[in-house]
């Protein structure tokens, strides 16, 4: 709103000397004016900044009042202001500019600026003697008490001393306060780092440092400034630092990024967690028909940093060996700390089992519908126990997860190349303009006969620190295999079908079989090869 504003100084007022005394002159006036608004007389408050400067235009400002703003109360235009510039006025001229608005907003700047002659402040003294005639100490005292506060003000400031009255706060003025409109909820002078201003019943302004017991209710964000939070506030949010993970419980929606004094579990032996969330399963990179891009979210899990080797294997087969319960193969391997293979999926899925009681862990895998007989023996289609702890194959959406490393959209678990430096697999560099080969077996693994198998943890680990997720062997998963594989949340492949999913490519396989996103579907999990063997995963929390 548009606001014509007129000023008229109306007087000048000091105090003056009674006969017998001599009083030191306070340095405020007091001023008077009008303010019109759309050529009308304005009534209600009005805030104004009154400044003092050493030239009609431009020049240096030479003062301003204590406190900055003062608010009025017009009435049919005209309003009276006290002005107190302090000890700003030697032997020189100085003009008055007057500031002002009627509502929260910019200042209106009124021009020209008002010269005020030497007359009024003439008498002013910076120290008065002592009194003349005789006076009592209480009017001896009152000559140098100080007209204006400074300092601290607490609880409400009453009284005439010069009149004094609370026009803002923070900014805003004091009707607003009253009132409680929006914009007093930033009406504090607390303006500063980890600060929040809380208003009581009385409408009482106070500031206090955030701490957990501030938030009451939802919270959103990455927590990273907070401090203090007990685990119990918490919602489950799986953390991870490269190590291992902790789950946390309560009702906390972040990522927890600003925790502190957190103790994180290591891994079980031997594994990597593989951190909860979603990601592209799938790409279009090379257009395989059955890995569409979707969109697909795991919960957290552990993973084994190897393949299952050798030596691993055999282990467990021993220990199950002394169960007359247990019955699978014994599986091949070219060294002991080369990968097992031969092995077929219902074997795996047993010496899972086995090794999850081994452990002392509840098994996966059984026999019925109500999961009450482990699945040890024969060759039959199991049931999963999706909430036990014990050890099992990972899905086709986990295992590709964990083979991408954190990548998005690769060809491998390192980028969209592949050499025979990084993995073990069967170079063709005439046929994928992405294999740099050299061409045929990996020549550092092609000692004896086949299967041409390497160490498992020969080459360098993806982004989860996982190794071999491409080459050397192919990994069984759980899921029958099925077009399209599924997406959503924790998938777990279709329902039935004749053959097991695996993944990863192998020793035998060319680069474009070594995908992250290829998927073999055609194997009768009866069927084992020298080529395909295994890795195992843990639920999250272990």
């Known amino acids: 709103m548009k606001t014509r504003i007129q000023i008229l100084i109306v007087a000048l007022l000091v105090g003056s000397a009674c006969p017998g005394q001599?009083?030191?002159?306070?340095?405020?006036?007091?001023?008077?004016?009008?303010?019109?608004q759309n050529a009308a007389p304005f009534s209600g408050s009005v805030e104004l900044l009154f400044t003092l400067w050493d030239a009609a235009t431009n020049g240096t400002q030479q003062a301003a009042t204590t406190p900055t703003s003062t608010v009025v109360t017009a009435t049919n235009g005209l309003f009276v202001a006290l002005v107190d510039f302090g000890a700003a006025f030697p032997a020189t001229n100085?003009?008055?500019?007057i500031e002002l608005r009627t509502v929260i907003g910019p200042f209106t700047t009124v021009w020209p600026r008002q010269q005020l002659t030497p007359t009024p402040y003439a008498i002013y003294s910076a120290k008065a003697g002592a009194a003349t005639t005789a006076t009592t100490a209480t009017s001896a005292a009152?000559?140098?008490?100080?007209?204006?506060?400074?300092?601290?003000?607490?609880?409400?400031?009453?009284?005439?001393?010069?009149?004094?009255?609370v026009a803002t706060v923070g900014g805003q003025t004091a009707a607003n306060v009253a009132s409680g409109v929006s914009a007093a909820n930033a009406a504090t002078s607390a303006n500063t780092v980890s600060t929040i201003v809380k208003r009581d019943a009385s409408g009482n302004f106070s500031a206090g440092t955030i701490t957990a017991t501030s938030l009451n209710?939802?919270?959103?964000?990455?927590?990273?400034?907070?401090?203090?939070?007990?685990?119990?506030?918490?919602?489950?949010?799986?953390?991870?630092?490269?190590?291992g993970g902790v789950t946390l419980t309560g009702t906390f929606n972040g990522n927890g990024g600003g925790l502190t004094n957190v103790t994180v579990a290591p891994p079980p032996v031997g594994m990597v967690l593989i951190p909860a969330g979603a990601f592209?399963?799938?790409?279009?990179?090379?257009?395989?028909?059955?890995?569409?891009?979707?969109?697909?979210?795991?919960?957290?899990?552990?993973?084994?940093?190897n393949l299952v080797s050798f030596s691993q294997w055999q282990a467990v087969f021993a220990w199950a060996a002394g169960n007359s319960a247990y019955a699978f193969s014994g599986g091949s391997g070219k060294a002991p700390n080369h990968p097992v293979q031969s092995v077929t999926w219902f074997d795996v899925v047993k010496w899972c089992n086995a090794r999850s009681e081994q452990a002392g862990l509840t098994p996966v895998y059984y026999t019925d519908v109500a999961l009450t007989f482990v699945y040890r023996t024969g060759a039959v289609a199991p049931y999963a126990k999706w909430t036990a702890n014990g050890y099992r194959l990972p899905t086709e959406a986990e295992w590709e997860k964990a083979a991408r490393g954190g990548l998005s959209g690769k060809r491998f678990p390192w980028g969209n190349n592949i050499t025979e430096n990084v993995a073990n697999y069967n170079g063709a560099t005439a046929s994928y303009s992405f294999d740099f080969g050299p061409d045929g077996f990996n020549a550092a693994f092609t000692n004896g006969a086949a299967p041409y198998t390497s160490p498992v943890g020969s080459f360098a680990p993806n982004g989860?620190?996982?190794?071999?997720?491409?080459?050397?062997?192919?990994?069984?998963?759980?899921?029958?295999?099925?077009?399209?594989?599924?997406?959503?949340?924790?998938?777990?492949?279709?329902?039935?079908?004749?053959?097991?999913?695996?993944?990863?490519?192998s020793w035998f396989h060319d680069a474009f079989g070594c995908r992250a996103a290829l998927r073999y579907g055609g194997y009768n999990p009866a069927s084992g090869i020298n080529a395909l063997g295994f890795r195992s995963v843990l639920p999250a929390g272990q």
């Open 464 to 505: 989860y620190g996982l190794f071999d997720m491409a080459g050397n062997v192919g990994q069984w998963c759980w899921d029958w295999y099925g077009t399209p594989y599924a997406g959503g949340t924790d998938p777990r492949g279709a329902a039935s079908g004749s053959s097991r999913v695996f993944r990863g490519g």
């Open 94 to 97: 100085r003009w008055l500019q």
């Open 22 to 36: 001599l009083f030191a002159q306070g340095t405020a006036f007091t001023y008077q004016g009008r303010v019109n």
């Open 280 to 305: 592209t399963m799938g790409d279009s990179l090379d257009g395989i028909a059955d890995a569409t891009p979707t969109n697909t979210t795991v919960s957290a899990f552990y993973m084994d940093v």
């Open 142 to 165: 009152s000559a140098t008490t100080a007209i204006n506060f400074s300092g601290s003000l607490a609880g409400d400031v009453t009284g005439t001393q010069g009149a004094t009255v």
């Open 217 to 243: 209710g939802a919270f959103t964000g990455d927590g990273s400034a907070l401090t203090n939070l007990p685990l119990t506030a918490l919602k489950a949010v799986p953390l991870t630092n490269g190590q």
